[in-house]
Each structure stands twice: as structure tokens, then as C-alpha cells.
Nanobody, 123 residues
């Protein structure tokens, strides 16, 4: 079955950078979109970014556009989220997700989820 395992979370000061990774296994992901979501305490689950595994087409939430970059390494079956110019409001648990591709990528029915990795941003 599909397994998604996040890593790379941690603590960083505002303005800093962090990269989180998601190791994906259990199937070939051609025809799938993988994405990142986040949830902070007391806030709703929020879409962050997504990438079509085959084409590399990406999609970003307005709140992270220009600061975050989603990418994938097809050979390693690994998804990445490079986060630059981090703000305190970016602090959250970040989740990796996967689902059969749709358009735009954020509309994908994400039916596989990782366990999450914590990102803390201090001001």
C-alpha cells in the first residue's frame, strides 16, 4: 500500500529556510499528484503546494507563492518542499499527501497521507 513518510521538520528563526521531504512508496506515482498541506493549532487544514508527478506542473497557495518551492525526485520517489523567508505564521505540522491527478493540482482527491512533520518558526 502507499506509504508517505515526512522528514526534515524543525525550528528556525523568521526569515530562515528549511526543507522538508516526503519519501513515497507502494506504487508508481505516474498519474498521481503529490502535495503538501499544513495545519496549525486552532486553524483549518490548509493547502500549501502540489506537483504533478509526471509533468512537474506545480500549484501553490497564494500565501507561500514566491517563498516555497515544491519539487520531486522521480528516481528516489521523494517529494520536497523548500521553504524560504519563513514567517511565524508558517509554523504548523506539514503533511505530505498523494492522489490521482486532477486539474488544477490542488483539486486532486488526496487519499493518502503521511503522519506529518512539525515546523516551528520563531520571531
Amino acid at each position: 500500500q502507499v506509504q508517505l513518510v515526512e522528514s526534515g521538520g524543525g525550528s528556525v528563526q523568521a526569515g530562515g529556510s528549511l526543507r522538508v521531504s516526503c519519501a513515497a512508496s507502494g506504487r508508481t506515482f505516474s498519474g498521481y499528484t503529490l502535495g503538501w498541506f499544513r495545519q496549525a493549532p486552532g486553524k483549518i487544514h490548509e493547502f500549501v503546494a502540489a506537483i504533478n508527478w509526471r509533468s512537474g506542473n506545480t500549484d501553490y497557495a497564494d500565501s507561500v507563492k514566491g517563498r516555497f518551492t515544491v519539487s520531486r525526485d522521480n528516481a528516489k520517489n521523494t517529494l520536497y518542499l523548500q521553504m524560504n523567508s519563513l514567517k511565524p505564521e508558517d509554523a504548523a505540522v506539514y503533511y505530505c499527501a498523494a492522489g490521482p491527478s486532477s486539474w488544477p493540482p490542488r483539486s486532486t482527491p488526496f487519499n493518502y497521507w503521511g503522519q506529518g512533520t512539525q515546523v516551528t518558526v520563531s520571531s
